[in-house]
């Protein structure tokens, strides 16, 4: 079955440092990948996807996540980050196999901006 | 365009209680997905809708069900409620592609609190 995996429950970054939320997945075919970000007491809103064509995508607010399919990575990053970029970051792939079509989310991680 | 909209936005029920959640999805979108989402168990699939069927469903006991209207509009039920069913219940809309390439989009979900 497709999976995806997040290592990290929580991840500390300071204001105007670059930041890396980590994913790797496990896929029959090609991986459909996408990220979403949650924020308290609210649902998950939409950052960036990758279907196929370059490896490094971009996003909303800045973000954008790097397909390695050698590694089997989709890591989110982002080149200096806020403090409004504190929140709960969700990887996520399409599950296309035997025709279920449902998106499997991993654990989240809780991302910490430090003023 | 108006997103996902769910209500209510919060409940309290007892437990051995039904209840109904309702999700009015983003015009033109005709699938419409659910997820619980915990603390512990992070954001797992409930089930999906499409054109008034149920085309996946994930590993949850008969006490949940769902359906789905003319409009797209879906209604999930709970019924004899458990503690342990206290979450946060989000649905999401997505347009259905062949490629399996469209994101999904989430609404900001009804926090059901069971006593």
């Known amino acids: 079955a497709q999976s995806v995996a997040q290592p990290e429950d929580q991840v500390n970054v300071a204001e105007g440092n670059p930041l890396t939320v980590k994913c790797t997945y496990s896929v029959s075919g090609n991986p459909y990948l996408f990220w979403y970000v949650q924020y308290p007491n609210r649902g998950l809103q939409f950052l960036l996807k990758?279907?196929?064509?370059?490896?490094l995508v971009k996003g909303s607010y800045g973000f954008e996540a790097e397909f390695n399919k050698s590694q089997t990575s989709f890591h989110l990053k982002k080149p200096s980050a806020l403090v409004s970029d504190s929140a709960l970051y969700f990887c996520?792939?399409?599950?296309?196999?035997?025709?279920?079509?449902?998106?499997?989310f991993g654990k989240g991680t809780r991302l910490h901006i430090l003023p | 365009k108006a997103g996902v909209t769910q209500t209510p936005r919060y409940l309290i029920k007892t437990r051995g209680q039904q209840v109904t959640l309702s999700c009015s999805p983003i015009?033109?979108?005709?699938?419409v997905s659910w997820y619980q989402q915990t603390p512990g168990q992070g954001l797992q699939f409930l089930f999906e809708y499409f054109s008034e069927t149920q085309r996946n469903k994930g590993n949850f006991p008969g006490r949940f069900s769902g359906r789905q209207f003319s409009n797209s509009r879906s209604e999930m039920n709970v019924s004899t409620l458990e503690l342990g069913d206290s979450a946060l219940y989000l649905c999401?809309?997505?347009?259905?592609?062949?490629?399996?390439?469209?994101?999904?989009?989430f609404g900001q979900g009804t926090r059901l609190t069971v006593v």
């Open positions: 999401a809309s997505k347009q259905v592609s062949f490629f399996g390439n469209t994101e999904a989009f």
């Open positions: 996520a792939v399409r599950d296309f196999l035997n025709r279920d079509d449902k998106i499997i």
């Open positions: 990758y279907i196929t064509g370059d490896n």
């Open positions: 015009s033109g979108h005709r699938s």
